[in-house]
């Protein structure tokens, strides 16, 4: 289930951005102290961020914000294309939960946003994250250099092409 967060998520939230397995290719941990004292009470409460909710409990999240035009990867002149992103703890990879709370976020977006594309950026050397692209129906649109890593960006939209 996707919700909005709650109090009750912050300690998910801080092992989320703690954790190392996690981070592998978002370009690493903050220190859980640091976490502790700057996460708020409620965190992620704002729009395009949803909890995945898996039997009352927390095991990821997915955001769908706006690409900064100043990052290479764009499919629009104008830019500010939305970009999907998420995170899961590890004891939720491999279970399916990302292809499925990613397509229903999706959907959500195709039906509040009809013709908008979706962008999505990662590490080549994500294995992971590059499965999860292609089985949600991704695009490669280019590679480039970021961050010292090869990055993969795509795109996905729901307007079905004619011909």
Not at 48 to 60: A, E, R, S
Not at 63 to 69: E, I, Q
Not at 121 to 132: E, G
């Amino acid at each position: 289930m996707l919700r909005e967060s709650e109090a009750r998520d912050r300690a998910t939230f801080i092992e989320l951005f703690a954790s190392p397995e996690v981070h592998t290719y978002l370009g690493g941990t903050r220190p859980r102290d640091e976490l502790e004292h700057a996460m708020p009470e409620v965190p992620g409460r704002r729009p395009g961020l949803f909890v995945i909710d898996l039997d009352g409990t927390m095991i990821g999240t997915i955001t769908l914000d706006r690409r900064d035009a100043e990052r290479p990867g764009h499919v629009r002149p104008d830019a500010g294309e939305a970009e999907l992103g998420y995170m899961f703890l590890p004891e939720a990879w491999g279970c399916g939960y990302a292809a499925e709370a990613c397509a229903a976020a999706l959907d959500w977006f195709a039906d509040a946003l009809p013709g908008e594309p979706v962008v999505l950026c990662t590490q080549t050397a994500n294995d992971r994250s590059m499965r999860l692209a292609a089985k949600l129906g991704f695009t490669e649109v280019e590679r480039f250099e970021e961050w010292g890593a090869e990055q993969w960006f795509g795109v996905w939209s729901s307007v079905t092409p004619s011909g």
